[in-house]
């Protein structure tokens, strides 16, 4: 690989590393001597985990890239400071509200009054959630090549520190004290390379501030996540069992490649367009229809394909999870349009903030409805649903209100052609799942 890469390209191979851990140590699980309701206990922690933190770190971590810049060199040494401070307090915060509410939180999130390794989870969480500010620090610090250093680290040591002892026949708690050991050295690499860059001064003029910029992002990556969260709270609440956690876990993933480029296409592509339109609506039409060719025909295989592979790349007892995975796929057909970079590009982040308000609403309906119609696929198709009414209606506002049509950013030609060759691929293959 040549390391003239940009943050753009770095960020792209970050987060399909961080994917393809996760992916990788399912499947190793699948493979392993653990039980189905043992990889049950580990999603629904990795659940909770995810619950308590993504949304708020997710909304911190974006508000620093429009805030950063604007600041003189020595108030961005002290910003950097106050920030560390900022995720660890939230960090503390969040793991006493784990530590005294225990029986409250897994009850109302995965519908289990105490899950084992409880305590060594949440203890991991507390170093673990500050670290998530390291490739952002190596971000606004235009350094690419260390992004790419530290998820090649962390994310390898991910699946050693969980796979490692069971392998070695220590059994799924040392897995857990494998994580705690890993929370510590990403909480280490953290300091170590956020006190390259501080000040130790604290400024509450700056934070107010960036106050104002992140909180925003904050309740929009909250509404975002909230479908995921949603989903898996109503496998919980419905089933009760920790089998039919795994199985949903294991199915309800989007093509990983698929987050990866479209989410680093539309960050990247978001300064163009407020900068010159015209020229970028073009730009985002082409590179669009670049993802097209590679990410729909591979959907498109995956779909044919998965109920083969799926047992075989986990075991038998996941066989189920291939029908919610096929679900899933047509997720990408939403995840290929661009409207949303364009409303943000404008400014108008309250209108989006509305339109996700609706699309959480209708997610919550269609998820209660179709889960006792067609169970764990009836789940997944509320999400798919929802997150088209979230893209159809951004683009219908872009018309109406700002004069810009669909076509203008989209090869709608091409977008249909591929739409309709992947639904119509799902409903041919999924067709006894409707009739039984």
Not at 232 to 256: C, H, M, S, T
């Amino acid at each position: 690989m040549s390391f003239e890469i940009n943050n753009v390209r770095a960020l792209q191979i970050f987060q399909i590393l961080r994917q393809g851990a996760a992916i990788l140590i399912s499947i190793l699980l699948a493979k392993s001597m653990l039980s189905t309701e043992e990889i049950g206990i580990f999603e629904m922690l990795t659940f909770i985990g995810t619950t308590v933190s993504f949304f708020w770190i997710s909304g911190l971590s974006q508000g620093i890239l429009p805030f950063f810049p604007k600041l003189t060199s020595d108030a961005q040494k002290q910003f950097l400071f106050n920030l560390f401070l900022l995720f660890c307090g939230i960090s503390l915060f969040v793991f006493v509200l784990l530590f005294f509410f225990e029986k409250s939180i897994t009850q109302f999130l995965v519908s289990q009054t105490s899950l084992p390794y409880y305590k060594i989870f949440i203890t991991y969480l507390l170093f673990l959630m500050p670290s998530f500010l390291v490739e952002y620090i190596y971000l606004i610090h235009d350094l690419p090549k260390r992004i790419l250093r530290f998820g090649m680290t962390v994310f390898t040591l991910q699946i050693l520190v969980v796979i490692l002892p069971i392998v070695l026949g220590w059994g799924l708690e040392w897995s857990f004290y494998g994580l705690l050991g890993l929370g510590l050295f990403r909480f280490g690499w953290l300091v170590l390379a956020i006190s390259k860059f501080w000040e130790i001064n604290w400024d509450f003029s700056s934070m107010k501030k960036y106050y104002n910029i992140a909180i925003p992002l904050v309740l929009y990556a909250l509404l975002s996540s909230f479908p995921t969260i949603f989903d898996n709270w109503v496998v919980g609440w419905f089933y009760q069992d920790k089998e039919q956690f795994a199985i949903f876990r294991y199915g309800a993933r989007e093509l990983p490649l698929a987050i990866a480029l479209a989410n680093a296409l539309s960050t990247a592509m978001i300064p163009d367009v407020a900068k010159n339109l015209n020229v970028s609506l073009v730009i985002l039409k082409q590179r669009s229809l670049n993802l097209y060719h590679i990410l729909f025909p591979i959907s498109i295989v995956l779909l044919l394909t998965s109920g083969w592979w799926f047992p075989l790349v986990f075991n038998s007892d996941f066989a189920e999870s291939a029908n919610v995975f096929n679900v899933f796929l047509l997720v990408v057909i939403s995840r290929l349009i661009f409207p949303q970079t364009i409303l943000i590009a404008l400014g108008k982040t309250k209108t989006i903030l509305f339109i996700s308000i609706l699309e959480t609403l209708l997610n919550v309906v269609l998820s209660i409805w179709l889960v006792q119609v067609y169970g764990l696929v009836g789940i997944a198709f509320g999400t798919v649903l929802a997150f088209l009414f979230e893209k159809i209606t951004i683009a219908f506002y872009l018309k109406t209100k700002e004069g810009i049509h669909f076509s203008s950013y989209t090869p709608v030609s091409w977008f249909l052609f591929y739409s309709l060759i992947l639904v119509g691929v799902y409903f041919w293959k999924s067709f006894p799942i409707f009739i039984n």
